[in-house]
């Protein structure tokens, strides 16, 4: 069975901090591309950052680029979101994501693994 459990989302002030994982199993995690990707309410799932199979390859949304870094372990079959100076605007559920094509991954289409995701609050 595949599973995809993110983790470290919370209620966060503005300028702040967060450190999102994402634990995977049941399938090979280092054959596939990841990514993290965000629904806000009432909006549609948008792709926030994805980076490629081993880990050197990444690409962000114009509005995560410079403040989150996303990253990956294969040793862990994990992956990760570091996000900073956080704004109201970054508020959502975040999910962590797989896919064979990178390309489309970062399109926000053809994921193969979507997990359940994490809330993310940013408020004063």
């Known amino acids: 069975e595949v599973q995809l459990q993110a983790s470290g989302g919370g209620l966060v002030q503005p300028g702040g901090s967060l450190s999102l994982s994402c634990a995977a199993s049941g399938f090979t995690f280092s054959s596939y ?9 009432g909006k549609a799932r948008d792709v926030v950052a994805v980076i490629n199979r081993q880990g050197d390859s990444t690409d962000y949304s114009y509005s995560a680029k410079g403040r989150f870094t ?5 040793t862990k079959n994990t992956l990760y979101l570091q996000m900073r100076d956080l704004k109201p605007e970054d508020t959502g559920l975040y999910y962590c994501g797989g896919g064979r094509v990178y390309s489309y991954l970062a399109g926000g289409s053809y994921i193969d693994y979507l997990g359940r995701g994490t809330q993310v ?4």
Request: aromatic share 12%; net charge positive; proline share 6%.
């Open 70 to 74: 996303i990253s990956r372990d294969n």
């Open 33 to 41: 591309n990841m990514g993290w990707f965000r629904q806000a309410p």
């Open 121 to 124: 609050t940013v408020s004063s």
